[in-house]
DNA sequence: TATTGTTATACTCTATAACTATA
DNA sequence: TATAGTTATAGAGTATAACAATA
């Protein structure tokens, strides 16, 4: 006689996020390797030169409201690119309390080289699919996010 | 005149690996609230127990095969759980290197009560797409899976 | 009083590798 | 020699909150 089960398995390999977290270290791995390799940058650090290569001049309170990252994690990344000499601020005049930042000239080198690399790892990866196949993926993504977030409120 | 770009931009907010992770963190933690509300577990012991809930008996080493955690993620995670009294063991008799490991009654309780949860809630969260597009999800991450594990090789 | 950004602290997680016991 | 599992240790990352400067 077999065990009773009182509800469905959960079988690990076939649950979805099981399975969506296995797929997005493989991914983050990926990228990872372009941005640590030559230049040791931490995936925070990374961010940030990503969001000050595009935008210049932003303020540690406008990056926490363009990435997922919060006052001190960004305070720390600055720190350590700082005294890497990637990033060098001004304050703001009008409100003392706001430092602008900007990429130093050997940020921006490093922002010119890493990002083509990234950029072309993410195509890489998206061979994986057809033009059609990743618009999809997209949207069923853009879905589940709204449903995600909605049910974290 | 504007600063000339000599490559494509990346907009991070429109960046695959970007946004991908920023999704696996929602359903994360959409799945962690579950665990971690009431009996406190961690990520591991999560998943050590639904391994374990799943298949009695299994060794560390089986463990490690099943999951994405190493040897002494493994051993960390049954030792908090052994003085929980979530989890017994038991020396494999043929081979002394090997332990055994059981839930205990009151690791298989909490088992019963968790695994409804956790499956409701991934149940809510693919509310958000139909079945066929839950299918279609399936299949290109699939794909996508695959070419991330070859990338990485 | 409220906000920006820094710093302190304690905690969790991770990675590497040395270690034991068994084979 | 090789394998299963434990332990030590240092580093990275996280969360909470107190703090200084400015508004």
Redesign the interface.
């Known amino acids: 006689m077999q065990k009773t089960v009182?509800?469905?398995?959960?079988?690990?390999?076939k649950?979805?996020?099981?399975?969506?977290?296995?797929?997005?270290?493989?991914?983050?791995?990926?990228?990872a390797?372009v941005y640590t390799g030559e230049f040791d940058l931490s995936r925070h650090e990374w961010?940030i030169l990503?969001?000050l290569?595009?935008q210049s001049g932003l303020s540690a309170k406008q990056i926490t409201l363009?990435?997922?990252l919060e006052k001190m994690q960004i305070s720390r990344a600055i720190n350590s690119m700082r005294s890497n000499e990637l990033i060098k601020e001004t304050v703001n005049i009008k409100d003392k309390r706001f430092t602008q930042l900007y990429l130093t000239d050997k940020g921006q080198k490093i922002y010119?080289i890493l990002?083509?690399r990234?950029?072309n790892?993410?195509k890489?990866?998206?061979?994986?699919?057809s033009k059609d196949?990743q618009k999809?993926?997209?949207q069923?993504?853009d879905?589940?996010?709204?449903?995600?977030?909605l049910?974290?409120e």
Do not use: C, D, M, W
């Open positions: 009182k509800h469905k398995p959960l079988i690990l390999n649950f979805f996020p099981y399975r969506f977290s296995i797929l997005q270290q493989a991914i983050s791995e990926n990228i390797s961010r990503a969001i290569g595009e363009l990435t997922s010119q990002v083509p990234v950029l790892k993410e890489e990866l998206l061979t994986a699919l196949e999809k993926l997209n069923l993504l879905k589940l996010h709204q449903k995600a977030t049910l974290l």
